[in-house]
């Protein structure tokens, strides 16, 4: 595999990953997925982490609609004209000149105009005195001075050790906020400005930090810049702090791309929903859903998300969450929602590995027929799982072929020797249900019948005798007990006996998966490696091969809903 285009980065990370002008989130995750396969965290990390940054710069600008026209770098927005030839022509030559003084003077090459950026190498403190005097300014000028401005503007403490305030640079970052008032929409300072506010600003310096920007930048703009200092004063800070300080910021805000908003909100509550209260976080999802029809097929799959969060958060229980395998799960979760980085990744690694080698507590936390319906946990488990698997490269190699052929047909071969005790258990409740019932009420509506019939057959006797008395009664006793089989099997018994005869095979059935076969099936799933669509796949294969198809078929209705096995097989994913 060849190596990447590093020298695109970071200017141009859409050349770095090949793409081209019209990609979409789903093309960049590809994309990013391959190089992290090849530089993984724990082998490369500081290759994965220049990934990781250009993965996030293009992420965070497609999550927010930028503009793929004006999509272009730094490097190329700030590229100086070439007008260096025109002045050595608009110097023409005097119409009046002859030919001795043509010939007498050689031709002489115009000089060229020097560059700013090696004017500010050449003279920093008149070029910063120069440009900072200026009342209009490009884009790149704007960037000299920020530069200059670490090197030329002394800070407040002249300690020899830098401290946070010192390495925050506050007159870097606002040079750079002057240059985007003046050019809103300037992707080279965009970038600039965004880098600078990923990982450049203190802890203690964001309160203070975001409402000064947004009174610089009082466009949408200012949701994708201040993203990532949000979310991390989410983590650090108590959440009335960020409630208060959003609601400020936003009064600065003009109305814009509603877009922009919708996406800040659909990411930030993945960390703000741990700590907010029900009602806040309500109340944001309800505004998203009324303006869903603004949103993308990748934003509507983050509202899913967040939805699905919300719903498990809101139900769950203090007793469920006790559970050994669960709070991992939730650890997991909280993880993906709010941690970022190789750290992050490695301590999601973590948890799926101990949900992968704990299947016991997976099955108890995911008991069979349960009251609690965990649907939520478990798809925002396979939703996130996904992503990590894109976005980290953390994925076991292919599993072997051959391995887990033998797995499943060893597997099938344990369910199987269950099966004749399952038959006779089955043939015991269709007796229980059925024929029992049959056999008793056909025994008392035999004797009812009977004395009934020699009642009325005496008493038709004494009032009227023939000869053809005695075979009219005999052919009204027959009909008389052969019309309760009928009326019970066409009638009575679908009626009011099958459906609690089906419910009672169906009890049984799980409790024979609980007993018999989960177990025999986490261990089959664990010993694969595989996805749970496809190590169930291969087993439905090897019972197709062996003409067990049927009675497998019951089986696998109770895997393909058995949440707990789905979670613990995607976790073997992991694991390697």
């Not at 440009?131 to 300690?159: F, G, M, T, W």
């Not at 003409?547 to 497998?552: A, L, N, P, R, V």
């Amino acid at each position: 595999m060849s190596d990447p285009a590093w020298h695109h980065l970071p200017h141009d990370p859409r050349s770095f990953f090949d793409l081209a002008e019209g990609f979409d989130r789903r093309d960049l995750k590809r994309a990013y997925g391959k190089l992290i396969r090849q530089f993984k965290p724990e082998t490369h990390p500081q290759e994965f982490q220049r990934i990781r940054s250009a993965y996030e710069q293009l992420e965070n600008a497609e999550r927010y609609g930028r503009n793929q026209a004006e999509s272009q770098s730094a490097a190329d927005a700030w590229k100086p004209s070439a007008n260096t030839d025109r002045q050595s022509t608009s110097q023409s030559q005097p119409g009046n000149t002859s030919a001795s003084d043509a010939t007498q003077r050689s031709p002489k090459r115009p000089t060229p105009p020097v560059s700013p950026i090696d004017e500010a190498i050449a003279n920093p403190r008149e070029s910063y005195t120069r440009l900072s005097q200026k009342h209009s300014r490009s884009p790149l000028e704007y960037y000299i001075l920020a530069v200059l401005s670490d090197l030329l503007v002394k800070p407040a403490n002249n300690s020899a050790k830098p401290n946070d305030s010192e390495k925050h640079r506050p007159q870097f970052l606002q040079w750079l906020l002057d240059g985007l008032q003046e050019h809103p929409q300037e992707p080279g300072l965009i970038s600039l400005v965004a880098g600078t506010l990923r990982g450049d600003v203190p802890d203690d310096q964001i309160q203070t930090l975001l409402p000064k920007i947004a009174k610089s930048i009082r466009s949408s703009l200012f949701y994708r810049l201040t993203e990532p200092l949000w979310e991390r004063l989410l983590i650090d800070q108590p959440f009335e702090i960020f409630e208060g300080l959003i609601r400020e910021c936003e009064s600065h805000l003009r109305q814009g791309d509603p877009r922009a908003r919708l996406a800040f909100y659909l990411r930030i509550l993945r960390t703000a929903m741990w700590t907010a209260p029900t009602e806040w976080t309500q109340s944001q999802l309800e505004t998203l859903s009324r303006q869903a029809a603004d949103l993308d097929d990748s934003m509507h799959n983050d509202l899913e998300f967040v939805e699905l969060l919300h719903s498990y958060l809101s139900s769950t229980k203090s007793s469920a969450s006790a559970l050994p395998a669960r709070a991992t799960m939730e650890s997991f979760l909280r993880t993906y929602c709010t941690g970022d980085g190789p750290m992050a990744t490695a301590e999601m690694a973590r948890c799926l590995d101990e949900i992968a080698r704990d299947a016991h507590g997976v099955q108890k936390s995911f008991p069979i027929n349960q009251e609690q319906d965990d649907h939520s946990l478990f798809l925002l488990m396979m939703m996130a799982t996904s992503d990590l698997a894109e976005t980290t490269g953390l994925i076991a190699p292919a599993p072997d072929e051959e391995k887990n052929n033998r797995q499943a047909v060893s597997c099938l071969r344990d369910l199987k020797n269950t099966l004749q005790d399952v038959v006779h258990r089955v043939s015991w409740i269709d007796t229980t249900y059925k024929w029992l019932p049959f056999a008793g009420l056909y025994l008392v509506y035999g004797i009812l019948f009977t004395v009934l019939w020699f009642i009325a057959m005496t008493i038709v006797n004494q009032v009227i005798y023939s000869s053809a008395t005695g075979t009219i009664s005999v052919l009204i006793m027959i009909a008389g007990l052969l019309s309760f089989p009928v009326l019970y099997f066409w009638w009575f018994f679908p009626k009011y006996l099958a459906e609690r005869a089906e419910n009672s095979r169906q009890k049984y059935f799980a409790t024979c998966y609980t007993k018999r076969w989960r177990g025999r099936l986490f261990r089959y799933v664990q010993s694969c490696g595989e996805s749970p669509n496809d190590s169930l796949t291969r087993l439905n294969g090897a019972a197709a091969f062996h003409d067990d198809t049927e009675w497998m078929n019951l089986v696998l209705s109770f895997c393909h809903s058995d949440l707990g096995l789905l979670i613990f097989a995607r976790a073997q994913l992991f694991v390697g």
